[in-house]
C-alpha cells in the first residue's frame, strides 16, 4: 500500500468517524417543559428528560450540568460517577443514577431569587444536548388589614383608611370598594415596598371626607395576573349616640353579673373571717383559765395526744420552763 492509498483510507475512516458521531448525537434529546411555576417557601421542580433514540438501548448518562443564567458556577454537577450540588438543590429523583433518563432540577425552597432561566447540558455515550426552561416564583399575599385614622369614625369625621398586605409576588394591586360595590380606588393612593425577601408589601391609603362616607368599605388585594386573592372589610359606625349608647349597655350587663358575684364572694370571706376569728376565740377561752395550773394542762394534753393542740402544747413548755 501506497502513502496516498493510506491517506485516502484514513480520510474515510475518519469522515466515517465524524458522521458516526454526528449521527449519534441526534439520537440525544433533552426535553424539559419550558415553563414552571414555584410557590415561595415550597419545593420547585425544573422538569427535564433525557430522550433517546429508537437504536439507543441502555444509554449511559456522563455529565450533567445544570446551571443559572446570570450565575457564575453550577448548581448541580454530576461528573462520572461524582454529584456535587449547591445547598437546596438536588436531582429530583431521589436516587438519581446515571441510567435514570429523569435528570430534573429540584428546589428544595423556593425564594423570590430563584426567578430567572436555568440551562440543563447533558453528555452521554450516545451524544450530548442541552435545554433551557424557566422558573417563575410566586407568592400568595396576606389577608389584608384595615386601620382607621382616627381610629373610630363616624359618617360625619375627615378620616383616612389604610390597607395592607404583605409577602405576596409578583406585584400585586389593592384596590377598594364601598358597600355597593363601587370601585373607589382611583382616590386611593398605593405604595410598594420591596422587603428582605424579595416579597411585596402594599399599603393603600383612601381619604374620606365627611358627608361622603358610607357604611361599608372593602379593600381587596388582586394578584399579579388579576386574580382575586383576598379582602377586608371595613365597617363604619352608624352613629355616634347609639355608638356611645352600645357599650354602657353592654357593659351594665356584664357588670351586673360581676357584682352578683363579687359580692358571694365577699359575703363567703366574711363569714369565712368571723369562723376563723371565733374559733381562735374559743381556744384561747378554753386556754385561758387553764393557765394558771401548768401542771394540769401539760398532762392533760399529752395524755390526750390530740395533734391539733401540739401549738398549745409547746407554749405550754415554754411557760413551764
Ligand atoms: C421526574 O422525576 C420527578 C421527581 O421524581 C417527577 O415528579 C417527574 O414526574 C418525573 N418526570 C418524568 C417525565 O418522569
Ligand atoms: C392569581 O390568582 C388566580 C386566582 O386565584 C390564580 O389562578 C393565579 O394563578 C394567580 N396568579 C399568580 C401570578 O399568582
Known amino acids: 500500500m501506497n502513502m496516498a492509498s493510506t491517506g485516502i483510507l ?7 468517524y465524524i458522521s458516526a458521531g454526528n449521527a449519534k448525537k441526534d439520537f440525544i434529546n433533552v426535553q424539559c417543559k419550558t415553563e414552571n411555576v414555584g410557590q415561595y417557601g415550597q419545593q420547585s421542580l425544573l422538569e427535564c428528560v433525557i430522550q433517546t433514540g429508537k437504536d439507543v438501548t441502555d444509554a449511559q448518562i456522563l455529565v450533567v450540568t445544570w446551571k443559572k443564567q446570570g450565575d457564575e458556577g453550577p448548581l ?6 461524582v454529584t456535587k450540588h449547591q445547598p437546596g438543590f438536588s436531582f429530583a429523583e431521589p436516587s438519581w443514577n446515571n441510567r435514570n433518563m429523569n435528570v430534573s432540577l429540584l428546589i428544595t425552597s423556593t425564594a423570590v431569587v430563584h426567578k430567572g432561566v436555568y440551562t440543563c447540558v447533558v453528555m452521554t455515550d450516545s451524544g450530548d444536548g442541552s435545554k433551557s426552561t424557566s422558573l417563575e416564583v410566586t407568592a400568595k399575599y396576606n389577608v389584608p388589614t384595615i386601620q ?11 378620616c383616612t383608611l389604610t390597607c395592607e398586605s404583605n409577602g405576596g409576588y409578583p406585584k400585586g394591586q389593592l384596590r ?3 358597600q355597593d360595590n363601587k370601585d373607589w380606588t382611583k382616590s386611593s393612593k398605593m405604595e410598594t415596598k420591596l422587603t428582605e425577601s424579595g416579597l411585596f408589601h402594599l399599603s393603600s391609603k383612601l381619604s374620606l371626607l365627611r358627608g361622603s362616607v358610607f357604611s361599608k368599605y372593602t379593600c381587596v388585594v388582586f394578584n399579579a395576573s388579576g386574580g382575586k386573592e383576598d379582602e377586608a372589610t371595613f365597617e363604619v359606625l352608624k352613629e355616634p349616640e347609639t355608638r356611645e349608647g352600645v357599650p354602657k349597655g353592654s357593659a351594665s ?6 357584682v352578683v358575684i363579687g359580692s358571694l364572694i365577699t359575703g363567703l370571706l366574711i363569714a369565712l ?10 381556744r384561747r377561752h378554753s386556754t385561758a383559765p387553764l393557765m394558771g395550773d401548768h401542771q394540769g394542762v ?4 399529752s395524755d390526750a395526744e390530740e395533734g391539733g393542740h401540739q401549738e398549745m402544747d409547746t407554749k405550754c413548755r415554754d411557760s413551764l420552763a
Open 176 to 178: 377598594w370598594f364601598d
Open 253 to 258: 350587663k356584664i357588670v351586673a353579673p360581676l
Open 76 to 81: 448541580l454537577v454530576f461528573n462520572r460517577g
Open 148 to 158: 382607621s385614622t382616627p381610629k373610630s369614625i363616624t359618617p360625619n369625621t375627615d
Open 10 to 16: 484514513l480520510f474515510i475512516f475518519t469522515v466515517l
Open 273 to 282: 373571717l368571723f369562723y376563723r376569728r371565733r374559733s381562735k376565740q374559743t
Open 298 to 301: 401539760c398532762t392533760n394534753e
